[in-house]
């Protein structure tokens, strides 16, 4: 998970009102000051369909700066005159633009970019007979057929469309099928190097994982045949990174250096 990235909210939309608040790397502002663009890092803008033109200066400078990191627009009026008030509002659609209805969409993003997941978290979702377009909090689009997905390849239209993403954007979840997807299953879906990535990058977190389980071991001048409930090959292959251990083998490890599993845990992140 990304740390949290200081973030600035520019809202123009009167609904955001009742949830929008600032506090850690969120900072919220309902004014368009002469020099905001230079004061923040990076920006996400609330504003309805209606208002468009009360942002248009700013979402454009800030996209010139590259510091718009989203543009959310609340569909307060007919969805089909969209392309028309983004064109009165001079904004050429923009790959970070997020249409919505209600509140759901724009706090699932605040919230991830608050505490820096939004690459991990799912703003919105949209399916078709064939795709499903998943739109991370990060506004990175993906696009994923429905037959890349054993899960989902054998439904009917009515129940793929039938799906729920979670309040926090954590998965999207489709009853019919009984799944849950996270945003990191349809990048996989999407993209086999992603997988081989994904996959290399597991290995080196089991292999680091792994080399600090035996570092503190050797200091505690503890035999690998000296974990109670945990075989001597076991132990090994942990230590090679082979696989994570269960928290109940976790618990074992950490028995046999005296230790509470919390304890341990945080001696082994500490090495």
Request: with cysteine; glycine share 6%; proline share 4%.
């Amino acid at each position: 998970m990304n740390h949290a990235a200081d973030i600035t909210v520019f809202s123009r939309d009167p609904d955001a009102g009742s949830w929008l608040q600032g506090g850690g790397s969120v900072r919220v502002t309902r004014r368009a000051e002469p020099d905001l663009v230079q004061k923040g890092p990076a920006f996400l803008v609330l504003a309805r369909a209606s208002g468009l033109m009360s942002v248009a200066d700013f979402v454009s400078k800030a996209n010139h700066d590259h510091r718009l990191r989203g543009l959310l627009v609340n569909l307060d009026m007919d969805a089909a005159w969209i392309t028309q008030m983004l064109d009165r509002a001079g904004l050429r659609t923009l790959r970070n633009c997020l249409l919505h209805t209600g509140p759901a969409v724009p706090q699932r993003v605040v919230e991830a970019w608050r505490c820096g997941a939004q690459d991990e978290l799912i703003a919105d979702v949209a399916v078709t007979d064939t795709t499903v377009f998943v739109m991370t909090c990060a506004f990175q689009r993906l696009e994923v057929a429905v037959a890349a997905v054993p899960a989902l390849k054998l439904l009917t239209t009515a129940q793929l469309r039938d799906f729920q993403v979670a309040p926090d954007g954590n998965y999207v979840y489709w009853p019919a099928a009984d799944v849950h997807l996270d945003a990191d299953a349809f990048r996989v879906a999407a993209d086999p190097g992603y997988r081989e990535n994904a996959r290399i990058e597991q290995m080196k977190r089991l292999a680091d994982f792994g080399s600090r389980v035996r570092q503190l071991r050797k200091k505690q001048g503890l035999a690998a045949s000296q974990v109670p409930g945990v075989s001597e090959r076991q132990v090994r292959r942990i230590e090679l990174g082979e696989f994570f251990p269960r928290v109940d083998t976790l618990a074992k490890l950490a028995a046999a250096h005296e230790l509470e599993l919390d304890r341990y845990l945080t001696v082994l992140a500490e090495a």
